[in-house]
């Protein structure tokens, strides 16, 4: 029994920040997104009576079992569904570079959810395959879905909760400008960061009560296509994110000088250029820019010459997750 | 009728960010700074009944009637006090550069309030002119005394706020030293700040819940003489107030690259070689470490030579404003 499944990254227009439920993975905030067409995640399960444990492989490299908790754990909900005792081996592979700025884990975690039910024998069901991504990474929830996705705000205890696709990726053709400013991986992790954030930040009650009015600007931006709307509201959304993190105690900065220096770049061009172009930056320091298909190629062009920018992606709308193998 | 008077800037470690009070210029949280020695503002005040109106001169420049407004309002309120309608020639000169980052509009309005009482005939008092220079500049308002100093959070309309001298100049050795980063004048000056940050962050009601706490732990720890405690509450102030105003809508951002650069140098002084050394920052690029006198050195140099640094000063606790000409 073997399936393979492929799924896109994504990034939040409307930040994920803050859980309602650290067991379930649930979060306290509503969260909008854009899949990414083109940096994909292409997962293999196969399952094997002989092995006496999941092995994962992710990029050529096995996990060891710390490292594999999570996918293990996904394993584990689909075996309980499918009523087998039969671990597996995941080959997983990332299109796009590790540190390209680009969490793999929303990809990954989709890839897993879809290419595991189908090698288990449970039918295609992304609804389903959302949920289980979700426990592994939450904002793996979007990636199930192709172009403009929510994942909502959810309620302790309530594992149902699953992301919802607002419009395809033929809604609006945007683009989004990836900045890589640095290879190394971020210095703080998700999770963590997010635990000292609810701690010990002063101002993270005001960002969860802050967030989903940020985020019902975001949805209607997107309905009516309105790039100013979109992107005041995106960069007031990772701003507070980014803000509440770094009142905590202790502080979390994710911020590199070149980050800074991105974030000048795209402001400058947009206040004394007049092209609409907005940032966005998630836990790590490269910075996005949301901007239509005709400014693109001059917005990557002036990333790349700045300062400490190390390179540059133009991505797009992208497709939901699909199996590409399923056991016949 | 001539006087002239001597005013040290300083820098606060709890920050003043917020009004209770606009017109009256009246902080709605406590700020807690220390007098800065050697940086200087010397003013001399000379009544001219030949005058029509108020001359004042900054380091040779003569202001224009809307720059020269808080500065009249100041000589008003003498005037209305001492009884006199005798307009006067201002001359005010400092002796650190202007782009030190270091407002000089806190020494400069705390030797005007001292100088212009005496050249009007009126007793020498620093609560008196405190207050006088408050309504000018509230940071002002703890240039009036030596060492370190609290301006405590005020009610609206409660015009008898000054600030309180805490400990005189020898209670403790501290060093500050300044990293300039850039010499043009901040982006945003810190009136319309703060009242962006008021109309528009969601930030700005804990943020004024949580810097009395704060102010609190900077106020034990001066007692205390506990660098490590005064440092972490420092940074937490600056970075409570700066990730406030990052919040706002349109947002206000401060730093610069360089800035980035001199916060890590700082960090990693302080995390991988052991060196108490904290970091502040006022609205503007520049950064501060607060450290001890035997580290002063060292960490001018590090900061000397860290990317986008422009030049260093250091800096120790400094005398209250006082008159070194009066009337006879």
Redesign the interface.
């Known amino acids: 029994m073997r399936a393979t499944a492929v799924a896109c990254a994504n990034i939040a227009f409307a930040k994920y920040w803050g859980k309602a439920d650290p067991w379930l993975n649930i979060p306290a905030v509503p969260s909008i997104s854009l899949t990414l067409r083109g940096l994909e995640t292409v997962t293999t399960v196969e399952l094997n009576p002989a092995l006496e444990c999941d092995e994962i492989t992710i990029d050529g490299e096995l996990l060891s079992p710390p490292e594999s908790k999570r996918a293990v754990e996904l394993l584990d909900a689909v075996r309980a569904c499918a009523q087998s005792r039969c671990f597996a081996k995941v080959l997983s592979r990332n299109n796009f570079p590790k540190a390209s700025g680009l969490a793999s884990s929303a990809s990954g975690f989709a890839a897993l959810s879809v290419a595991a039910r189908a090698a288990y024998g449970l039918p295609f069901d992304p609804v389903e395959s959302s949920r289980l991504a979700r426990r592994g990474s939450a904002s793996a929830a979007r990636s199930l879905f192709g172009g403009y996705v929510e994942l909502p705000q959810g309620l302790p205890g309530d594992d149902s909760l699953a992301a919802r696709p607002l419009y395809p990726p033929e809604h609006w053709e945007l683009r989004l400008v990836v900045a890589i400013v640095c290879e190394q991986p971020k210095k703080m992790g998700s999770r963590p960061a997010m635990e000292q954030t609810r701690a010990s930040s ?2 993270y ?3 969860l ?2 967030a989903p009015k940020l985020a019902q600007r975001i949805r209607e931006a997107i309905a009516k296509r309105d790039i100013e709307a979109l992107g ?1 509201a995106s ?2 959304s990772f ?2 994110m ?3 993190a ?2 905590a ?1 202790p ?1 979390i ?1 994710y ?7 991105a ?2 770049t795209i402001r400058s061009m947009r206040e004394k250029e007049g092209i609409p172009v907005f940032a966005t930056m998630d836990a790590g320091p490269q910075v996005k820019a949301i901007c239509l298909p005709e400014h693109a190629e001059a917005i990557a062009q002036r990333l790349s010459n700045t ?2 920018v190390l390179r540059v992606l133009i991505t797009q709308p992208g497709p939901a997750a699909s199996l590409i193998e399923s056991p016949s």
């Open positions: 002063p101002y009650a005001a960002w009560e802050h005041h960069e007031a701003q507070a980014h803000a509440a770094w009142a105690e502080s900065f911020l590199e000088p070149a980050s800074v220096e974030l000048h300062k400490g």
